[in-house]
């Protein structure tokens, strides 16, 4: 299978079990960067955190993992309240989006949720939080790679996930949910399968940090 498909594929599976189908704006780039930026688009909670597999060592894809999906469930949610959808026509060079969706003015609502998932993922593995943080500022990047958002609306989008994972981290409902997610991270790490895209993140991505 070529890189193209691969990335793509991993991608468009998880896009498939949580979102409508999505349109390919502009013929899909050849550069394997611009491939992954495509793939960060997608930040269903359902799925986001496939998006920190090599990252942390795990596949969360693998089995269901229920208090995962409440915790970024909850990020999600709070995340849009606090975001409001302020889209322009998208013109990106890699954009696969629903219809509704477009370019990010103001605020960037896709940096702050991969903020705040990544604050999330590096609360549950505390030992790749390096590693997590490095995937969560690619994660952010790649919306300005696809040219739908600049980088003052990514930078509050930032600042904003940041400060919704400090609020619900004061909350013993969320805490709740983190801790009821921990053994499903340790699960999925004891996977002895590496996720299918890791290989193509080691050439293209930001070098993970040796495990601590």
């Known amino acids: 299978m070529d890189r193209r498909r691969l990335i793509l594929g991993v991608a468009g599976f998880a896009s ?12 899909p780039p ?3 960067r611009l491939l992954f930026a495509q793939a960060h688009l997608e ?3 359902r799925v986001a955190a496939q998006h920190f597999d090599c990252a942390v060592g795990a596949r969360f894809t693998a089995a269901p993992r229920p208090a995962l999906a409440a915790v970024f469930g909850r990020v999600a949610r709070e995340v849009e309240a606090r975001v409001p959808l302020d889209v322009t026509p998208a013109v990106g060079v890699c954009a696969r ?6 370019g990010q003015r103001g605020t960037s609502r896709r940096a702050a949720l991969a903020a705040a998932y990544g ?7 505390p030992d790749r939080s390096a590693a997590v943080a490095a995937r969560t500022d690619d994660l952010i990047a790649s919306e300005i790679l696809c040219g739908l958002a600049d980088a003052d609306a990514s930078a509050r989008g930032r600042a904003v996930g940041a400060q919704v994972f400090a609020d619900l981290s004061a909350d013993p409902i969320f805490a ?3 801790t009821r997610a921990m053994p499903e991270v340790a699960e999925a790490r004891r996977d002895p399968i590496e996720s299918p895209a890791c290989a193509a993140e080691r050439r293209t991505l930001s070098r993970l940090p040796a495990a601590g």
């Open 97 to 102: 989006l629903r219809p509704e969706e477009g």
């Open 119 to 125: 604050l999330a993922m590096a609360r549950l593995a």
């Open 16 to 27: 498939a079990c949580a979102s409508p189908p999505q349109r390919p704006l502009t013929t």
């Open 30 to 32: 050849a550069d394997d």
């Open 176 to 178: 709740d949910l983190l």
């Open 43 to 45: 930040l269903h909670p």
